[in-house]
């Protein structure tokens, strides 16, 4: 069974960022971006627990969760609780990722 996908705002922005970005120096890169993305999302519609606990072993706060992309230094912040999987940011690796997602 899979969950709900609900991006909000600010992720979507965030991908749409990315992406931009990317095209400016390899437009193939921006495409293959946007499909691992696409492919991560639809993962945790089936899969909620795939990323770890974030922060870091933190139990009260099971269901904030952060999912690492293979390809590209990106990092994908949601909220995972029935009926749905909440994307809240997509944040690139090197930036100061806490005060970003304080709102998780």
């Given at each position: 069974m899979s969950l709900a996908l609900v991006i909000r705002p600010q992720a979507r922005r965030?991908?749409?960022?990315?992406?931009?970005?990317?095209?400016d120096y390899?437009?193939?890169?921006?495409?293959?971006?946007?499909?691992?993305?696409r492919a991560a999302f639809d993962r945790l519609t089936t899969f909620p627990g795939l990323?770890?606990?974030?922060?870091?072993?933190?139990?009260?706060?099971?269901?904030?969760?952060?999912?690492?992309?293979?390809?590209?230094?990106?990092?994908?912040?949601?909220r995972a609780s029935d009926p749905t999987i909440t994307i809240v940011r997509v944040l690139h690796q090197a930036r100061d990722i806490p005060p970003l997602i304080e709102d998780l």
């Open positions: 965030d991908v749409n960022k990315i992406a931009a970005d990317l095209d390899d437009p193939a890169a921006s495409a293959r971006f946007l499909a691992d993305i990323g770890p606990l974030w922060p870091a072993n933190d139990p009260a706060h099971a269901d904030k969760r952060r999912l690492v992309l293979r390809t590209f230094p990106v990092s994908i912040f949601y």
